[in-house]
């Protein structure tokens, strides 16, 4: 499922949502980087969302009009990057954060009591699956693990092409080799 517009997801009261920018490994392209990001992870880290309770996953990387797309490969331009979805969320960000510097946006909706240290620390279900499939195949498309480099911003601060993965706790995408890995570990 495809939306460019901010997400209206869910709200705060379904839990906890935000943005959390990631870099790109160094020497991949923008556009393979994408179809990684889309057609690859997305599908692997559904499993591991699903466990931990997550109601809402979107990955949202650079837009690329069709008519820059036409650039891009017509006349190599770059791409068009990641923008702010409002005045008010590039006044909050403009001193800690350049958004040309950044490749995609993950986008979570996590139960209020989740808690990502908490859980790596002493969390059982799901972990093998996370440090075995998760963490190797960021760093296939990242700069490093996620958590190493990423950074959080307000949901619906940050938009771009926004491929949503899990609507309302339901996949919409196709996964069920990855369950079938998640179920083993």
Not at 25 to 52: D, I, K, N
Not at 57 to 64: D, P
Not at 131 to 143: A, T
């Given at each position: 499922m495809k939306d460019e517009e901010?997400?209206?997801?869910?709200?705060?009261?379904?839990?906890?949502?935000?943005?959390?920018?990631?870099?790109?490994?160094?020497?991949?392209?923008?556009?393979?980087?994408?179809?990684?990001?889309?057609?690859?992870?997305?599908?692997?880290?559904?499993?591991?969302?699903?466990?931990?309770?997550?109601?809402?996953?979107?990955?949202?990387?650079?837009?690329?009009?069709?008519f820059l797309r036409l650039q891009v490969l017509t006349q190599g331009k770059i791409h068009r990057p990641l923008r702010w979805a409002s005045d008010t969320?590039?006044?909050?960000?403009?001193?800690?954060?350049?958004?040309?510097?950044?490749?995609?946006?993950?986008?979570?909706?996590?139960?209020?009591?989740?808690?990502?240290?908490?859980?790596?620390?002493a969390g059982t279900v799901g972990k093998q699956y996370f440090?075995?499939?998760?963490?190797?195949?960021?760093?296939?498309?990242?700069?490093s693990n996620a958590m190493e480099h990423l950074q959080g911003v307000d949901a619906g601060s940050v938009v771009g092409d926004r491929i949503v993965l899990m609507q309302n706790g339901k996949a919409t995408v196709e996964y069920e080799e990855w369950q079938r890995l998640f179920k083993a570990t």
């Open positions: 901010v997400s209206v997801a869910a709200s705060p009261s379904d839990g906890k949502i935000g943005q959390g920018l990631l870099k790109r490994r160094t020497g991949m392209t923008h556009e393979s980087f994408r179809q990684y990001y889309v057609e690859h992870h997305g599908p692997v880290a559904l499993p591991w969302c699903f466990a931990m309770g997550v109601t809402y996953y979107a990955q949202v990387s650079h837009h690329l009009s069709s969320a590039r006044e909050k960000y403009s001193q800690t954060v350049d958004l040309e510097q950044w490749d995609a946006v993950a986008e979570m909706l996590f139960p209020f009591d989740f808690d990502f240290g908490n859980w790596l620390a440090q075995d499939v998760i963490l190797p195949d960021e760093r296939r498309f990242l700069l």
